[in-house]
């Protein structure tokens, strides 16, 4: 239900507000289907979202259940990006059900020109207590778009574990490659540090993005978002 009425909030801030096309994602921050991007909204730009992840390949709770992220970020300053994430475990009666919260920052170094690419530093989940930080991460990353016959964007970055954290992600080396095939299509392939993962992106009315992924290549994650210019 809370979901349901979390949604048409959304929506009504679309119809009511001035909207640009969203960042449809998994992590709460902008990326491509989970590994971090250096591509980062216009500044003013407010992002909700939410996803389904699996179980599968999840650290949260140990991989017990499957939760769905519910977020929001904003871009006040042309390179500061701050975000917060609330994860909800799907199909528990116990403490844990509360879900897990976590807070994200992300600073643009560079931004991309001629031949340089974009160049960006982040932080995940560097506020919760060291027995209950799931999603740590801390990493640097790059980008750079490609016009050929297709517009291509290609992101590599490298994460690390130094921060102490019950679990982290994208430590090594992660990268990804977004291909737009039509105007409102993207096909994504990326690898993030442990696995690859395959999915697409789909913008509707110019307002909402949604993707549907295949994480390890054999499991369903998805989501979907929206983004508002104040």
């Not at 640009?20 to 991007?37: K, N, R």
């Amino acid at each position: 239900m809370r979901t349901n009425v979390f949604l048409l909030f959304v929506v009504l801030l679309a119809i009511i507000l001035e909207v640009d096309p969203a960042f449809a994602q998994i992590t709460g921050s902008t990326s491509l289907l989970t590994v971090p991007v250096a591509d980062m909204p216009a500044d003013g730009t407010v992002t909700f979202g939410i996803s389904y992840v699996d179980k599968k390949y999840s650290k949260y709770l140990n991989g017990r259940v499957d939760y769905r992220p519910l977020y929001a970020a904003i871009v006040f300053l042309p390179f500061l990006e701050l975000g917060f994430r609330f994860s909800r475990p799907m199909g528990l009666d116990d403490r844990s059900r509360l879900g897990d919260r976590m807070a994200m920052a992300r600073i643009r170094i560079l931004t991309e020109k001629g031949r340089r690419p974009a160049l960006l530093i982040g932080a995940h989940d560097f506020f919760t207590t060291v027995d209950r930080n799931y999603f740590n991460a801390l990493y640097v990353v790059a980008s750079k778009h490609i016009e050929t016959v297709l517009p291509v964007a290609v992101h590599l970055g490298y994460g690390t574990d130094k921060m102490d954290a019950l679990a982290h992600q994208f430590v090594g080396v992660f990268a990804g490659l977004a291909v737009s095939l039509f105007r409102y299509t993207e096909v994504i392939v990326e690898y993030d540090a442990e696995r690859v993962n395959v999915g697409a992106r789909l913008t509707l009315f110019s307002h909402f993005q949604g993707l549907v992924a295949l994480q390890g290549l054999d499991t369903i994650i998805a989501g979907a978002s929206v983004n508002i210019r104040l």
